[in-house]
């Protein structure tokens, strides 16, 4: 929702573009760390968790959620200590915060990926203890 409703309301709403990038710049950070620590709580978890299986019974061949996790990881990385200080000293800003946005959608898919695999370990939890 920041990038998508919070940032544009406030270039609508606060008095000059300069003031609402650098709250935008702000709440872009904080949004960083938030990810950070998700991750963080993410992979944690999925080492902790006993290997995969498949809806067969058969051992996963290739561990999707971290893969995933560490793609959003390195995208929020990227655009926090790489794209960022380039958008906030308005070098080529047009490359640099179509880059950034590139990276913020690579996020949101990767989150909405890291979605389905947790909705499908659920419903293969769920169909081993039904039966």
């Known amino acids: 929702m920041l990038g998508l409703v919070v940032v544009p309301m406030l270039f609508v709403h606060l008095p000059t573009p300069a003031m609402a990038g650098t709250m935008a710049a702000r709440l872009f950070s904080v949004q960083t760390w938030i990810s950070l620590a998700c991750a963080g709580v ?3 978890l999925n ?3 006993p290997q995969a299986r498949d809806f067969t019974g058969r ?5 999707w959620l971290p ?3 560490c793609v959003a990881l390195m995208c929020a990385v990227l655009a926090e200590w790489w794209v960022a200080p ?4 308005r070098e080529d800003l047009q490359l640099w915060h179509r880059l950034g946005s590139a990276m913020y959608l690579v996020q949101w898919l990767c989150a909405l990926a890291v979605f389905q695999i947790l909705l499908k370990r659920q419903s293969e ?7």
């Open 47 to 49: 080492w902790r968790r």
């Open 42 to 44: 993410l992979l944690a």
């Open 125 to 131: 939890v769920r169909g081993r203890w039904l039966d």
């Open 86 to 89: 380039k958008i906030v000293a």
């Open 67 to 69: 893969l995933v996790v």
């Open 59 to 63: 051992r996963q061949q290739f561990p």
